[in-house]
């Protein structure tokens, strides 16, 4: 689970400028109008759609965008048609990539994307290459300020959950898809403060990166997230913990 806990890092530690801010506001309701879409507008009755929304709180996307957001997906108010289109290639390094993506124009994205990979020299591959290498889970991320080690293992114990991971600044928690919203209640009905929480795609092993191809995976990796069209980037990498500091500090 390197490659993610890494990556979630390096997200978290992406200055939040208006502008990304107002690209991940669109992101985020593009998400919630799909998810409705698909599973009605009821979270409590739809997992993703709950994913969508509390991560749409958390990034402080007022109510009212929400709610138009969620009768746009279930025909209440008109709105664009989105299509969910995965991409998936390799990067520098032979590191997997998976790229998730809503799009009112596929030939525009996939021109767009593919030319990300290229520029890298990374590649982008046919349906199936490296998804089978992804497992969907539930992905919870606890500042470790907030508790000891001993009571986060308490907590886990306690929610039994299918796996958890201490890294240098977070206490991690792995569960099922369909746990996420019971986990997140419980959560929450604790008092426990999250600063990650999402519907992940977990790398099933890593590919270790050296000083050279390091920074070029990290440039590609940041541009696909900055496109429109892209919801999320799961890859498969790890990096040496000082290494990844100079990258990112």
Same mark, same amino acid.
């Given at each position: 689970?390197?490659?993610?806990?890494?990556?979630?890092?390096?997200?978290?530690?992406?200055?939040?400028?208006?502008?990304?801010?107002?690209?991940?506001?669109?992101?985020?309701?593009?998400?919630?109008?799909?998810?409705?879409?698909?599973?009605?507008?009821?979270?409590?009755?739809?997992?993703?759609?709950?994913?969508?929304?509390?991560?749409?709180?958390?990034? %402080?996307?007022?109510? &009212? %965008?929400?709610?138009?957001?969620?009768?746009?997906?279930?025909?209440?108010?008109?709105?664009?048609?989105?299509?969910?289109?995965?991409?998936?290639?390799?990067?520098?390094?032979?590191?997997?990539?998976?790229?998730?993506?809503?799009?009112?124009?596929?030939?525009?994205?996939?021109?767009?994307?593919?030319?990300?990979?290229?520029?890298?020299?990374? %590649?982008?591959?046919?349906?199936?290459?490296?998804?089978?290498?992804?497992?969907?889970?539930?992905?919870?991320?606890? &500042?470790?300020?907030?508790?000891?080690?001993?009571?986060?293992? &308490?907590?886990?114990?306690?929610?039994?959950?299918?796996?958890i991971s201490i890294e240098e600044e977070t206490y991690e928690i792995y569960t099922a898809p369909e746990d996420y919203g019971p986990v997140l209640d419980e959560l929450e009905k604790r008092g426990v403060e999250l600063v990650a929480k999402e519907l992940t795609m977990l790398p099933q092993s890593?590919?270790?990166?050296?000083?050279?191809?390091?920074?070029?995976?990290?440039?590609?990796?940041?541009?696909?997230?900055? %496109? #429109?069209?892209?919801?999320?980037?799961?890859?498969?990498? #790890?990096? &040496?913990?000082?290494?990844?500091?100079?990258?990112?500090?």
């Amino acid at each position: 689970m390197a490659g993610h806990s890494k990556w979630s890092q390096i997200k978290r530690k992406i200055a939040v400028t208006d502008a990304r801010r107002g690209q991940l506001w669109t992101k985020l309701l593009k998400e919630i109008t799909v998810a409705a879409r698909l599973g009605g507008g009821d979270p409590s009755g739809n997992s993703r759609l709950r994913s969508a929304v509390q991560e749409a709180r958390s990034a %402080n996307v007022p109510s &009212d %965008n929400i709610d138009r957001a969620i009768k746009r997906g279930t025909g209440q108010l008109e709105g664009f048609t989105f299509e969910e289109i995965s991409y998936e290639g390799y990067g520098p390094g032979g590191v997997a990539i998976l790229v998730e993506t809503l799009t009112d124009n596929k030939n525009r994205t996939v021109s767009e994307v593919r030319h990300l990979f290229s520029k890298s020299g990374g %590649n982008l591959g046919e349906n199936g290459c490296v998804a089978w290498m992804f497992q969907k889970r539930a992905f919870f991320a606890i &500042d470790k300020q907030a508790m000891s080690e001993e009571g986060f293992m &308490d907590l886990a114990l306690e929610l039994e959950v299918d796996d958890i991971s201490i890294e240098e600044e977070t206490y991690e928690i792995y569960t099922a898809p369909e746990d996420y919203g019971p986990v997140l209640d419980e959560l929450e009905k604790r008092g426990v403060e999250l600063v990650a929480k999402e519907l992940t795609m977990l790398p099933q092993s890593s590919v270790e990166l050296g000083a050279d191809q390091a920074p070029r995976l990290l440039r590609l990796l940041e541009a696909l997230e900055d %496109n #429109d069209d892209v919801q999320h980037v799961w890859a498969n990498f #790890d990096i &040496d913990p000082s290494l990844l500091a100079e990258q990112t500090g």
